[in-house]
């Protein structure tokens, strides 16, 4: 399999997953309260998700099992982390800085589950489970999907350009996370006849666009800063080390052996030589 096939491969089962995790945030705008929420059923579909993921990038040989094992070393002190700091410092949690550099270093796939697998297992972890989790394990998982593309398009350097690229990238992607939990929670908690920043069915879309930004803007930009702020102090500060430690690993575990095929004339030739004629 050519190169440019299996990254159209990883591409194709990335946009797949992507549509419909789309489809699983909008739905709430729609339906409101009467969209379903199978707390457990959700989670696990990402999950699986993310595990086909992996054995797709495997498969392909854009991972290898060795690098698997990385993920898991990551996930699980991204997890604890988050266990010893489970809201953070006014909505900053460190957590993010991992999900995004080893998006970065290792691709998209890697970022993608290593994002939705931290936000399971911390869950686990801190008892967090709750209809918010798959929306939260999504959303993790396309902040380190993203940086994977970064990494891709810039060739996982780390000079201070793309460090800086990386940080703005961090920061942008701490807003948007919380965009995106604020967009899936607002049709469900609020009484739609509570205030005009409320949700309520039936509403076209340049009204439920001016209410939304109303409510994230009155309820949650300030929180949503000050993550954003730590993800760029943190990558601007730690991302090029962090990077080429992963580099490192990545050169190292991601050998792919090839057989060299001696030409046929080369072959004809050796065998009329060492094969002689009897007398």
Known sequence: MSRGLRTHLEDAVLLSITAAGVILFIAP??????????????????????????????QTHRLS???????????????????????????????????????????????????ALTLLLSAVLTAGLGPWLPYQMLAAGWVGMGAGYLGRMTGRSTSRFTIGLLA???????????????LWEWPLLLNPAASTLSWAPGLGITDLTRRFAGFYLATSLVYD??????????????????????????????????????????????ISTDVGTPA
């Open 225 to 270: 800063a000050f993550r954003s702020a730590g993800n760029i102090i943190l990558i601007a500060t730690l991302g090029a080390p962090v990077v080429v430690a992963l580099n490192r690993f990545r050169r190292r575990f991601l050998v792919q052996w090839t057989v060299a095929q001696p030409a046929l004339g080369a072959t004809a030739v050796n």
């Open 168 to 182: 703005l990238y961090g920061g942008a992607a701490g807003l948007t996370y919380g965009l995106l939990l604020d």
């Open 65 to 115: 099992t060795r690098l698997l094992a990385i993920l898991a070393a990551l996930v699980a002190v991204d997890a604890v982390m988050r266990l010893v700091i489970v809201i953070g410092l006014l909505g900053f949690s460190p957590i993010f800085f991992l999900i995004i550099a080893g998006g970065f270093a290792m691709g998209p796939s890697f970022g993608f589950a290593s994002g």
């Open 29 to 58: 705008l729609l339906l409101g309260s009467r969209f379903p929420q199978p707390v457990l059923l959700f989670s696990a579909l990402v999950a699986v998700s993310a595990l086909v993921v992996l054995a797709v990038a495997v």
